[in-house]
């Protein structure tokens, strides 16, 4: 099955600076990355997602950049605001499963 | 619209209870997830249910665990004689396809506490 490996555990950065989240996965198969977003005690939520045909996608402030031949992926987050910080987690889909393989999560604190 | 919601928020057990957890998807959703978060982790998958029939339950850590989505909504996630390695938030998700490539929308969870 997918295995799926993130970093940093914790990050903090100075509001208006950015955030880099790093991920890798093992299963060359896989084809779907997504990022979510949970707030504490609340539900995920998806903020962007990439598929494997094509290497990077930007949505304002958030972008994600896929290497599949290095199996990795990652999330930068520029001009960070204290609303950013919560825990980011990447993901894989499994495509076995049909199910996500999530990573262990990255707690930004955006310091005001 | 209405997206995922899931009963109980919170639940108390005594080891040895058992316990039901309900999710009621999206209107219309095909996919339906069940995902076991534990503090400070990742949501891990339990089982898959498209439409009615539940493709994989590979993820349910002990036969003590049971999912059910008997015509094609709402699923139940039950756990039978809860243990304390039972607690964690069960968070339960859907999709409005069954080929795994779309978003995944995710319920509030329910936080179960076992004693």
């Known amino acids: 099955g997918e295995n799926v490996e993130q970093h940093p555990s914790t990050l903090s950065v100075q509001e208006g600076d950015s955030a880099v989240i790093k991920c890798t996965y093992s299963?060359?198969?896989?084809?779907?990355f997504p990022w979510y977003k949970q707030e504490l005690g609340k539900r995920p939520q998806l903020i962007i997602d990439?598929?494997?045909?094509?290497g990077e996608k930007k949505d304002q402030r958030i972008a994600v950049t896929l290497n599949k031949t290095a199996k990795h992926f990652s999330l930068h987050i520029t001009e960070t605001q204290p609303e950013d910080s919560a825990v980011y987690f990447c993901?894989?889909?499994?495509?076995?499963?049909?199910?996500?393989?999530f990573g262990s999560g990255t707690r930004l604190q955006v310091q005001p | 619209g209405a997206g995922v919601s899931q009963s109980p928020r919170y639940k108390v057990a005594k080891r040895g209870q058992d316990v039901a957890l309900r999710c009621d998807p999206i209107?219309?959703?095909?996919?339906l997830f069940w995902y076991q978060q534990a503090l400070g982790q990742g949501p891990e998958f339990l089982t898959y249910?498209?439409?009615?029939?539940?493709?994989?339950k590979s993820g349910l850590p002990s036969d003590r665990f049971f999912a059910e989505r008997p015509e094609g909504s709402v699923s139940t996630l039950k756990i039978q004689r809860t243990q304390q390695e039972d607690s964690a938030v069960y968070l339960c998700?859907?999709?409005?396809?069954?080929?795994?490539?779309?978003?995944?929308?995710f319920g509030p969870g329910t936080r179960l506490t076992v004693l």
């Open positions: 998700a859907s999709s409005p396809t069954g080929h795994g490539y779309n978003e995944q929308f």
């Open positions: 299963d060359s198969a896989s084809n779907y």
């Open positions: 990439i598929r494997s045909n094509v």
């Open positions: 993901a894989a889909l499994d495509t076995g499963r049909r199910a996500l393989t």
């Open positions: 209107s219309g959703h095909v996919s």
């Open positions: 249910f498209q439409n009615e029939a539940q493709l994989d």
